[in-house]
């Protein structure tokens, strides 16, 4: 168990549809990153966010938002669903102490776009 | 970003020491070098870490020759359970980077 949180672990909709997807990084971890998996696929960075705000941006989406609150959670917002977007959602957090950067991995939230 | 190359793919037999080398020609000064493990439907998990020379923890080794253009992660005596894709990342350390997963080297230990 790393530590971090996603739900829901898994998610089913339709097209066009908007989905959110949560997590709750470890305790004491400020950076927040989001991460999708496609069938078969390397993990695609798509965003990350310090302590509440953007950080870095890969390939995201202009379908895709995110954000992170107070709390430190962080909600993945998917709108305009395609087929494509199926995957599973990764996010991880970190606190990047001295000169070791690790990432906690979640468990993954699936999402099956029909 | 530095770019990383991997094999796609390795078969090892159970109990005999496994090394996976990735190329990262273009790494800069500040970038470390990471491995991750990742189980199939599962988050990633970080093995190890360096910066240059040999690094050694309870379940891995990498070395870095000095030019830091390469790196070579060692996993001694495998086990079936290593069977994974193994990521090698470069990445400036701290808080504030864009940490680029390849497709990584997805190894199958055979019995």
């Given at each position: 168990d790393s530590g971090v949180t996603q739900t829901p672990k898994h998610l089913i909709t339709a097209t066009g549809q908007r989905v959110t997807l949560r997590c709750s990084p470890r305790s004491g971890d400020l950076s927040v990153y989001w991460y999708q998996q496609s069938l078969d696929q390397g993990l695609q960075f798509l965003i990350q966010y310090y302590n509440g705000e953007e950080r870095a941006k890969g390939?995201?989406?202009?379908?895709f938002s995110a954000q992170q609150f107070p709390d430190l959670h962080s909600e993945l917002n998917l709108s305009?669903?395609?087929?494509?977007?199926?995957a599973l959602y990764f996010c991880a957090s970190s606190v990047?102490?001295?000169g070791v950067h690790e990432q906690f991995f979640g468990p993954g939230t699936r999402l099956t776009v029909l | 970003l530095a770019k990383t190359t991997q094999p796609i793919s390795m078969d090892s037999y159970e109990g005999q020491e496994v090394n996976i080398t990735c190329s990262h020609?273009?790494?800069?000064?500040n970038d470390y070098i990471t491995w991750y493990q990742q189980f199939p439907s599962q988050g990633p998990r970080f093995i190890i870490q360096g910066y240059k020379t040999k690094v050694t923890n309870e379940v891995a080794s990498l070395f870095i020759p000095a030019d830091r253009k390469s790196s070579t992660l060692s996993l001694p005596?495998?086990?079936?359970?290593?069977?994974a894709v193994y990521y090698c990342l470069v990445a400036v350390s701290g808080g504030y980077q864009k940490v680029t997963f390849g497709t990584g080297t997805k190894l199958q230990v055979i019995p």
């Open positions: 390939n995201i989406l202009e379908r305009s669903l395609e087929l494509g977007d199926s990047a102490v001295g | 020609n273009n790494i800069a000064t005596r495998v086990s079936l359970s290593d069977t």
